[in-house]
């Protein structure tokens, strides 16, 4: 079992940055792909990032250039930097994490991003 917690969500303007972080707790990490999917209000769940164990990494297009995805395996933490801002990042985002060759997903609650115009 492992449980994904997000931290670092706020409001914005336009423009600006936040780097959200997913703390893992329990065992494993190290040979997960994790990533962050964002849903707005009234759409459906996207994914955002994916990186993979040794930090092969995939953006949608939308945030391309303008997020970055990492991970600490020794502190078994994930992150998401956000720069320029828009209004239409504004969504609920989720941690997600699943084992090579494994089955089973595993989800954080989700943090609120805001960005104002």
């Known amino acids: 079992q492992v449980q994904l917690v997000e931290s670092g969500g706020g409001s914005v303007q336009a423009g600006g940055s936040l780097r959200l972080s997913c703390a893992a707790v329990?065992?494993?990490?190290?040979?997960?792909?994790i990533g962050w999917y964002r849903q707005a209000l009234g759409k459906q769940r996207e994914q955002v990032a994916l990186?993979?164990?040794?930090?092969?990494?995939n953006y949608a297009d939308s945030v391309k250039g303008r997020f970055t995805i990492s991970r600490d395996n020794a502190k078994n933490t994930a992150y998401l930097q956000m720069n320029s801002l828009k209004p239409e990042d504004t969504a609920v985002y989720y941690c997600?994490?699943?084992?090579?060759?494994?089955?089973?997903?595993?989800w954080g609650r989700g943090t609120q991003v805001t960005v104002s115009s």
């Open positions: 997600y994490a699943r084992r090579l060759g494994q089955p089973n997903e595993y």
């Open positions: 990186i993979k164990p040794y930090s092969v990494t």
């Open positions: 329990g065992s494993g990490f190290s040979n997960m792909n």
